[in-house]
């Protein structure tokens, strides 16, 4: 195999820094001949992933393999971006099973699996994810994309707040990225315009619909499941020391959880909070007088 394949180590080098990935053009470059490649693969030494891109050794890849391996796929000055940029940072989870990539201007070309946007990227847009060798738009450029790309508002602030939770939001980058953005710029300004950091950050189709009731009954928006000591409240306003924490459907059928509940609450109490629990029934059947508990408990 040496004799046949001297660049072997190299190989593996390349391959290591990429995630168990390499390109054909790459091997070429590297003085590898068609010829010699053809035999690896034959040996199963390379494992075809796209059209000219190769898994080394084995088959199985991680994520960071498959982002790297779809950015060759891709050529030159491709990056992740999208949907996937924004599960590489964790600011929204996907399940898709097609990866997002932005390819400069008219270049590129159409790969099965992936799916290819074509737009110009600022230097400044474009980083590495995590000190790895895989090329992604930056947190800010991400969230301009996903303005232009989700379906409400909603889950462009969600994504927001996540940015932010994971300190991976910089104010003066994101007012850059947007004034560079083609695309999503205007969506994402009129986003901001209204958006207060920590009050997306829901877990439940219950905290969704108290979130809601906020917004239709004009109140103040709550933090989301915000810190307070070493508890996590559902939702809170700092300045009113009030709490409030909703009760999903089979919470009377949990006397345990009620016993820990009772014990937070009188801590939350100890300490001058004021807490209000909305039982999920209550916030469907009566949201009005909800509203006007709420209300009233900001007043103090």
């Known amino acids: 195999m040496r004799d046949e394949f001297p660049t072997e ?13 390499v390109a054909r053009r790459q091997l070429l470059e590297g003085g590898v001949s068609r010829s010699a490649i053809g035999r690896w693969i034959e040996r199963g030494r390379l494992h075809p ?15 960071h393999g498959r982002w790297m391996a779809a950015v060759l796929a891709c050529g030159e000055g491709a990056v992740l971006s999208h949907g996937s940029a924004a599960a590489a940072w964790k600011i929204r989870g996907t399940g898709a099973a097609i990866i997002d990539l932005t390819v400069p ?4 070309r159409r790969v099965r699996g992936l799916r290819v946007h074509r737009d110009r990227l600022d230097p400044a847009d474009v980083t590495t994810l995590g000190g790895s060798a895989v090329p992604i738009t930056t947190p800010s450029r991400t969230l ?62 219950l905290e969704e619909a108290f979130v809601r009731l906020c917004r239709a009954h004009d109140l103040p928006q709550p933090l989301v499941n915000q810190k307070v000591g070493r508890m996590t409240v559902d939702f809170l306003w700092p300045d009113r020391r009030l709490v409030v924490e909703t009760d999903g459907a089979d919470y009377h059928d949990l006397p345990q959880l009620q016993e820990r509940d009772r014990r937070r609450d009188a801590l939350l109490t100890r300490w001058r909070y004021t807490v209000l629990r909305v039982p999920e029934d209550r916030l469907e059947r009566e949201p009005d007088a909800v509203a006007a508990d709420v209300r009233a408990a900001l007043r103090g």
């Not at 992933?49 to 994520?63: I, K, N, S, T």
């Not at 201007?105 to 590129?108: A, H, S």
Request: glycine residues 12%; without cysteine.
């Open 9 to 21: 180590r190299w190989i593996a080098e390349l391959a290591t820094r990429q995630h168990g990935v």
């Open 49 to 63: 992933v796209y059209r000219g891109v190769y898994a080394v050794g084995h088959r199985v890849l991680g994520p």
């Open 105 to 108: 201007g008219d270049g590129g």
């Open 144 to 205: 301009v994309d996903l303005a232009a790309t989700l379906a409400s508002p909603r889950q462009v602030e969600r994504a927001l707040d996540e940015a932010h939770a994971l300190k991976l939001l910089d104010h003066r980058e994101l007012t850059a990225a947007i004034g560079r953005a083609h695309r999503g710029a205007r969506a994402l300004t009129a986003v901001l315009a209204g958006h207060i950091p920590g009050t997306t950050r829901t877990r439940s189709g």
